[in-house]
């Protein structure tokens, strides 16, 4: 299962992105891009300590810089490398806010949805203890993810995109489906029709093994309206209850 980070943001993250009335440049732009790229370098090696430093220098260096908001998303990008979500989300949060219109604000959009989709509990559905059963992380991602293909449309990575939101409304749709046949088991058919109408209402189910469980709690909970079921199951359990009363009576 991957590892989800719950802490507190180090401060110096937070320190970078404060706002200053005076530029904080150093040196030349040529530098900035100099160490921008050894921090990319080092990124594409895996060395994502140099690679964190190396852009940390060019965000607190060369603010004002052309290349700090590009420095400001591979940071972002390389929390996601590090699995340290939560500061990731909060770096590309950042970046959004200060450079909403910046050539780099798909890739962020982007990255954020993916560093929310990464915290899913892996074995929700193998082991799904309370403390398993939150996937608020992923109706998130599947927020931001369609956000970003709504917004981008013409983007380079909306391939990428699209696939992570159709896995993404998968474990969603899992989630629906598990419950309506725990349901359908107990001819709780009320609960059946509400989970195949919120399926329907906000996913679109393409795969035929789950295409064919809907069609099998169609059969078993033939579609009808709310009000329907619950009247039906109201009856069915005041007369249980009925004829529990008359058992006892009896002995």
Do not use: W
Not at 173 to 198: M, N, P, S, T, W
Not at 227 to 250: L, M, V
């Amino acid at each position: 299962m991957k590892k989800i980070v719950f802490f507190i943001v180090p401060a110096i993250v937070l320190l970078l992105f404060s706002c200053s009335k005076t530029p904080v440049i150093r040196s030349t732009e040529s530098d900035a891009d100099k160490i921008y790229q050894e921090g990319l370098f080092y990124l594409e090696k895996g060395d994502l300590t140099n690679a964190e430093n190396r852009f940390m220098k060019v965000i607190s260096d060369f603010s004002y810089s052309k290349y700090e908001p590009f420095a400001t998303v591979a940071l972002g990008k390389t929390y996601y490398q590090k699995e340290e979500y939560m500061s990731a989300i909060t770096v590309f949060e950042t970046f959004l806010k200060r450079h909403p219109n910046h050539e780099s604000a798909p890739e962020a959009l982007l990255y954020k949805a993916h560093s929310y989709l990464a915290q899913k509990p892996s074995d929700f559905f193998l082991l799904p203890n309370p403390a398993e059963r939150d996937i608020s992380v992923v109706e998130t991602a599947v927020v931001l993810y369609r956000e970003y293909l709504d917004k981008y449309p013409e983007d380079k990575s909306r391939t990428e995109g699209e696939k992570k939101l159709e896995e993404a409304e998968g474990i969603l749709i899992e989630k629906d489906l598990r419950i309506a046949e725990f349901y359908a088991k107990r001819k709780k058919c009320a609960g059946v029709f509400l989970r195949l109408q919120h399926i329907e209402g906000n996913f679109k189910v393409t795969t035929d093994k789950n295409l064919k469980r809907i069609e099998e709690l169609n059969q078993k909970c033939p579609p009808k309206s709310k009000e329907e079921y619950f009247k039906i199951e109201n009856n069915e359990e005041k007369k249980e209850t009925s004829e529990e009363a008359e058992k006892k009576n009896n002995e």
